[in-house]
């Protein structure tokens, strides 16, 4: 099963950068959830690592909801992932036991390499984007046409 934290998260954050363009910065979780097509139970789990990375600030009360803490130009795709995924690797390695075969014993330390340089490459890709970014990008997409 795919983890669909960081998708979460970012449409999450796209939704609030958005608000805050618009003059509305604050939205809660009951109208996170229904711009995600989700639960706002969801939304509340989704923005806890968010809030605790200083990335959202958080009010509660009747008129509380979730806002952008900094511009949305002066935070990465990387803070977001790293965030909502947490310390949890791309890929697992599969684990097994001693082996006697060369190529078997060697399979779990090469997976590791792949996994770290593939990880590295993610965020250095993410690292180059801003949400700033995906709402234009966001918006770009938007004026073209569809293709069916």
């Excluded at 952008?68 to 599969?94: F, H, Q, V």
Aim: charge should be negative; proline fraction near 3%; include cysteine.
């Amino acid at each position: 099963m795919l983890d669909i934290r960081f998708s979460s998260s970012l449409m999450a954050m796209l939704l609030l950068a958005v608000a805050d363009e618009e003059g509305d910065p604050t939205l809660s979780s009951a109208q996170l959830a229904e711009r995600m097509d989700t639960n706002a139970s969801l939304v509340r789990k989704l923005l806890l690592p968010l809030t605790r990375s200083e990335l959202v600030v958080c009010t509660k009360g009747r008129t509380g909801g979730a806002r952008l803490a900094r511009a949305a130009e002066e935070i990465t795709l990387a803070e977001i992932y790293r965030c909502s995924t947490g310390d949890k690797p791309l890929w697992n390695c599969r684990t097994g036991g001693e082996h006697d075969c060369r190529g078997a014993a060697n399979a779990q330390a090469y997976f590791a390499e792949l996994t770290e340089d593939v990880e590295r490459a993610v965020l250095d890709a993410l690292g180059d984007r801003t949400l700033a970014d995906g709402v234009r990008e966001m918006r770009r997409l938007d004026r073209e046409p569809t293709r069916e």
